[in-house]
């Protein structure tokens, strides 16, 4: 498996609007893209730094992923991903080494990449994505 950079760090947020306002009007980032990935009732914000993003994600639904994620932990750093080449070695690869798949494989995510999760009862409780263009 080869790991090529970190793709991303997902924060959870209650609202993307207001997140913005500190990501955007303290940190003077700049927000390139918002999108929906409707089948995972969740809205998404992108900000670059460097060659690294970070995902603004709310939830669009009350029994969304993320909306658990902050009723149980609050907002904040949600997942890691990182930038892998050849998603479905590399989920063939960690599962042979014992780790817990969530998605066995891969499906559409934000920004038309492949994406799958590994379990954070399998990755020392950080909830990791694989993402591939």
Known sequence: ???KKIEHI???VKSIEEALKYYEGVL?????????VADQKVRTAFLRI???KI???????DD????????KRGEGVQHIAFAVEGIEEALADVSAKGLQLIDSKPR?????LNIA????????GVLTEFCEE
């Open 1 to 3: 498996m080869k790991v």
């Open 10 to 12: 997902g924060i959870a």
């Open 28 to 36: 003077g980032l700049e927000c390139y893209n918002i999108e929906e």
């Open 50 to 52: 460097g060659d690294i």
């Open 55 to 61: 995902e603004l994600l709310e939830s669009t639904s």
């Open 64 to 71: 969304g992923a993320i909306a658990r994620h902050i009723e």
């Open 108 to 112: 559409k995510g934000a920004e038309n």
């Open 117 to 124: 999760f590994l379990h954070p009862k399998s990755t020392l």
